[in-house]
C-alpha cells in the first residue's frame, strides 16, 4: 500500500479529483483537508488555502501518471509513500479496490 499526496486550489476540484480517483480506481480511499501553504513562486513568497489530498494505493505509480496528465497547476506537488506499518486487513482492503 502506498499514500499519493497532492494539492487544489479549492474544496470543488478537490472533491472532484477525489471522486474521480475512487471510480477509475487509482485509490480505494481518499481523505482532503483544507491547509494554508506556504511556498516560493517567480520569486516571490505566496501564502495560499489549498485542499491536501491523500490518496490510499495499491500501485502509486498509476494514481501519479493519472495526476499528472489531468492536474490543473503547472508545478503540482505529486509525490508518494509507503507506510512502515499498516494493518493487514486495511491493507488488503485497499489492494483489492486500487489497481
Same mark, same amino acid.
Do not use: R
Given at each position: 500500500?502506498?499514500? $499519493?499526496?497532492?494539492?487544489?486550489? *479549492? /474544496?470543488?476540484?478537490?472533491?472532484?479529483?477525489?471522486?474521480? %480517483?475512487?471510480?477509475?480506481?487509482?485509490? %480505494?480511499? $481518499?481523505? #482532503?483537508?483544507? !491547509?494554508?501553504?506556504? #511556498?516560493? =513562486?517567480?520569486?516571490?513568497?505566496?501564502?495560499?488555502?489549498?485542499?491536501?489530498?491523500?490518496? /490510499?494505493?495499491? *500501485? %502509486?505509480? *498509476?494514481?501519479?501518471? =493519472?495526476?499528472?496528465?489531468?492536474?490543473?497547476?503547472?508545478?503540482?506537488?505529486? #509525490?508518494?509513500?509507503?507506510?512502515?506499518? !499498516?494493518?493487514?486487513? #486495511?491493507?488488503? =482492503? $485497499? /489492494?483489492? *479496490?486500487?489497481?
Amino acid at each position: 500500500m502506498q499514500i $499519493v499526496y497532492t494539492s487544489l486550489s *479549492n /474544496k470543488k476540484i478537490a472533491q472532484k479529483f477525489a471522486k474521480e %480517483a475512487i471510480k477509475k480506481k487509482f485509490a %480505494a480511499c $481518499v481523505f #482532503y483537508y483544507k !491547509v494554508s501553504s506556504l #511556498y516560493f =513562486w517567480k520569486g516571490k513568497i505566496c501564502k495560499e488555502d489549498e485542499w491536501l489530498l491523500e490518496l /490510499k494505493c495499491k *500501485n %502509486a505509480k *498509476n494514481a501519479i501518471k =493519472w495526476l499528472e496528465k489531468t492536474h490543473p497547476y503547472k508545478c503540482p506537488m505529486i #509525490y508518494s509513500i509507503k507506510p512502515q506499518a !499498516v494493518s493487514k486487513k #486495511y491493507e488488503k =482492503w $485497499v /489492494k483489492e *479496490n486500487s489497481k
